[in-house]
């Protein structure tokens, strides 16, 4: 690849941070982070609303896996894209569909539809993701990335508290349509805001895109992702179908990893995996990225099912686990940065996410708003340990021209783990639900659920009082199963966490030539990269 600068960067060679244009581009590129955050928080609190008026709980976990299915497969090209032609135009590309994306979800009128235009949302959400790491990492060197990237985490977590609430306002005032038009207006001011104040260099590339990888990326997660989705629920698992999906998804996967050996510029290139803390990194992104969204969608529903909470209140009953996982990103972005330590934060995270998790997993019908508050912030402490602790030790691990690749695979990883965490819960969540009503309430009871296994409270003072208690007795077994297999899952990031090799992260300003020769390549950032 021969790439020509075509724009000088702002300030580059002189040695010195631009820190007033530096706060200007964090807060669009925060806009931007909240644009992608904000749209499955929304859903998740409007999610029974949808399925009530466009039917289907069989489609109920497509509705977030369609997002992020696109989302995990085109987060490697995005990446590629901006190493190659530049983060800026790429990451305004990534802004406009998600944008077409969010304008034609809010016009679905039945579940195939909003399922696709999900998609095309996922499409653009891929891009946003990648692209505020990229630049951030970029932008500044990595000593003082934890604290740029705890601000970033503290973003996420204010979207995941905003999301449910705004989600349950728009969704008991408006309608759950207006859940997705609420995104128009912040992303044009994204839009904006990007133009305007961020200029990087252009860049011209004689390489093709890898475009035959990136289509057996797509075609393997697709297939692997649609077992987890339709195994024991559409399909028995040993069925044809289901053995054909697993095939098709291996040998894709299995092309794809042949091919990024031969490939001139490839995807995801497979030598920054010879790094042990990277590929720590992506297990445990991986994990987070199962644990997180499964809890942020069963969660209200638990809440609205069982507690009797509306949708806004639902939403607010989140706060104690996105409040801890905000004070814990800051705080744990702000230590980082002043000692350049950092494997505590992923040893304790995990260890922090098991426990809460198993906490949440002893919920039934009797427990209090109090007691599960508790229990969700002690998963929240946990999350916000890991949140961008693990972006940021990735990034430290590989060399400068390798940073677009290595945003987009741990995003790509931890979108991954969003995805399967959705589609293997949402299973066996589902399952639980029909058992219990059919072993609590007969017939009668299986038919409920047949409509939608996501009923609100209204919806439930309407039913027999025996196939209400069933409900939510079912709803109790359901997230019992759901977030108990959350926290076997999270055994695994303590069992990566504990083998992290904690590499010194290279401080801010100018460093002599054996400085950088003692903190390795990945160290070499630029402290003053145009913006």
């Known amino acids: 690849m021969a790439d020509t600068t075509d ?4 300030g580059a060679g002189s040695g010195e941070k631009q820190p007033r244009s530096v706060r200007v ?12 955050m904000l749209d499955n928080m929304i859903i998740g609190t409007a999610m029974p609303t949808i399925v009530g008026e466009l039917g289907g709980l069989e489609h109920l976990s497509w509705v977030v896996t369609a997002y992020t299915l696109a989302t995990a497969a085109s987060t490697p090209l995005w ?3 901006g190493d190659m032609y530049g983060r800026k135009g790429t990451f305004m590309t990534s802004i406009v569909i998600f944008l077409i994306g969010s304008a034609l979800s809010g016009m679905a009128r039945d579940m195939g539809e909003l399922i696709g235009f999900r998609a095309v949302q996922g499409l653009g959400a891929g891009g946003l993701m990648v692209g505020v790491m990229a630049i951030i990492g970029d932008l500044i060197p990595p000593r003082e990335r934890g604290k740029y990237q705890g601000m970033m985490a503290g973003v996420m977590a204010l979207a995941m508290i905003g999301g449910p609430l705004v989600g349950g306002t728009i969704t008991d005032n408006w309608g759950w349509r207006w859940a997705f038009y609420i995104n128009l207006p912040l992303g044009v001011v994204a839009l904006a805001a990007v133009s305007v104040v961020l200029h990087l260099p252009k860049k011209r590339s004689e390489a093709r895109i890898d475009y035959l990888g990136a289509a057996l990326l797509t075609i393997g997660i697709t297939a692997i992702v649609l077992v987890t989705t339709w195994g024991g629920t559409e399909y028995a698992w040993s069925s ?6 697993i095939g098709i998804g291996v040998a894709a ?32 992104g991986f994990i987070t990225g199962f644990v997180m969204f499964g809890a942020t969608l069963f969660l209200p529903l638990y809440q609205q099912s069982v507690q009797g909470a509306s949708a806004t209140n639902s939403g607010l009953l989140l706060l104690p686990m996105l409040g801890a996982m905000l004070v814990t990103s800051m705080v744990a972005g702000r230590v980082t940065t002043n000692t350049g330590k950092y494997k505590i934060f992923p040893v304790l995270g995990s260890a922090l996410m098991i426990v809460g998790l198993y906490l949440l997993s002893t919920m039934d019908t009797g427990t209090s708003r109090l007691t599960s508050g508790v229990f969700m912030a002690v998963v929240g402490l946990g999350m916000g340990c890991l949140m961008q602790i693990t972006m940021l030790v990735a990034q430290n691990s590989v060399e400068m021209k390798d940073m677009g690749v290595a945003s987009s695979s741990t995003t790509l990883f931890r979108t991954l783990g969003s995805s399967f965490g959705v589609a293997i819960m949402g299973a066996l969540f589902n399952n639980r639900v029909q058992d219990v009503m059919t072993e609590r309430a007969g017939a009668l009871g299986s038919k409920v659920t047949e409509q939608s296994a996501q009923l609100d409270w209204k919806s439930l003072q309407k039913l027999p009082v025996l196939v209400r208690e069933a409900y939510q007795h079912a709803v109790s077994a359901g997230t019992h199963s759901a977030f108990l297999l959350g926290a076997v899952v999270a055994v695994v990031a303590l069992a ?17 030539s054996d400085d950088d020769k003692a903190d390795g390549p990945a160290a070499q950032a630029p402290v003053s990269e145009s913006v």
């Open 7 to 10: 724009t000088p960067a702002v």
């Open 25 to 36: 581009v964090l807060l669009a590129l925060m806009i931007a982070m909240m644009l992608a």
């Open 79 to 81: 990446g590629k894209l």
């Open 240 to 245: 044809a179908r289901i053995m054909e999906l």
């Open 253 to 284: 996967l299995v092309g794809f990893v042949f091919w990024q050996t031969k490939a001139a510029e490839p995807v995801v290139p497979l030598h920054i995996f010879r790094s042990r803390n990277f590929t720590l990194m992506s297990v445990i």
């Open 496 to 512: 990566a966490a504990v083998f992290v090799k904690e590499v010194p992260l290279k401080g801010a300003g100018p460093k002599t």
